[in-house]
C-alpha cells in the first residue's frame, strides 16, 4: 500500500539491517539499500537501484530503473531521477589509488528532475526544480529552475515548478507566468523566483 503507508518491498531486494526507509515507500526488484542509507516517505525506489551508506533522500523522490545513488549524496523532496541517471562521488577516480576519504558532496535540490542518463559529475549542487535534460553531463552548480542540456551541460533555459518551460531570456530581467499553472516568475541578476 502507498497512501496506505505500508512499506512494499519486493522479495528480491536486499535491504541492509539499519537502514530507514519511509512510510508509504514502494521498493521494487533487485534493489539494494545499504545500512547508512536514510529514505523518506512516499519514495519509489526502482529496479536495479543501489542506496549506499552514507546517502540521504528526502519525501516523494522518484528513483527510475537501475541509478546507483552512491555516498555523499543528498537528494531533497520531490526529486525525480531519471532512468540510468548516474551519480559519482570521486572527481578522478584510479583503481589502485584509494580514495575513499575524497569523497565529494552532491546535492539535489527539492523539486529537481534529473533527465535518464544524465551524468552529475560529484560536488556540485542541483538548485530547486532545475532540470537536467536526457543525456547531459553536469560539472557545475545549476541554479533553481534552471533548464541545463549538452556535454557538458549548459544553461538554456528557465522551467516552472509544473516542469514547463518559461519564456525568458537565459539572462537580464524579465517577468512570465507558467503555461499551465499561472503562476508568476521573476528573471533578475541571474537567478529566476516564483513570485506568486
Avoid at 545499504?34 to 519509489?44: E, K, L
Avoid at 559519482?88 to 583503481?95: F, K, L
Amino acid at each position: 500500500m502507498r497512501n496506505g503507508l505500508a512499506i512494499s518491498i519486493h522479495p528480491s531486494a536486499i535491504v541492509d539491517a539499519g537502514a530507514q526507509i519511509g512510510d508509504g515507500c514502494l521498493v521494487w526488484h533487485f534493489v539494494h539499500i545499504s545500512a547508512g542509507a536514510r529514505i523518506g516517505r512516499a519514495c519509489s525506489i526502482g529496479q536495479g537501484v543501489f542506496v549506499g551508506n552514507d546517502v540521504r533522500i528526502g519525501d516523494r523522490v522518484k528513483i527510475q530503473n537501475h541509478v546507483s545513488v552512491y555516498d555523499a549524496v543528498t537528494i531533497e523532496d520531490d526529486v525525480f531521477c531519471g532512468p540510468s541517471m548516474v551519480f559519482t562521488n570521486v572527481y578522478n577516480p584510479r583503481a589502485t589509488v584509494p580514495r575513499r576519504t575524497e569523497y565529494r558532496p552532491t546535492l539535489v535540490r527539492q523539486g529537481a528532475t534529473l533527465g535518464a542518463n544524465c551524468t552529475i559529475v560529484c560536488g556540485v549542487t542541483i538548485g530547486r526544480h532545475a532540470f537536467v535534460a536526457a543525456g547531459a553531463v553536469v560539472r557545475h552548480d545549476v541554479p533553481d529552475f534552471a533548464l541545463v542540456a549538452g556535454v557538458p551541460a549548459r544553461h538554456i533555459g528557465w522551467m516552472s515548478r509544473h516542469g514547463e518551460r518559461l519564456d525568458l531570456p537565459p539572462e537580464g530581467e524579465a517577468e512570465t507566468v507558467c503555461p499551465h499553472t499561472g503562476e508568476r516568475y521573476r528573471l533578475r541578476s541571474g537567478r529566476v523566483e516564483l513570485v506568486t
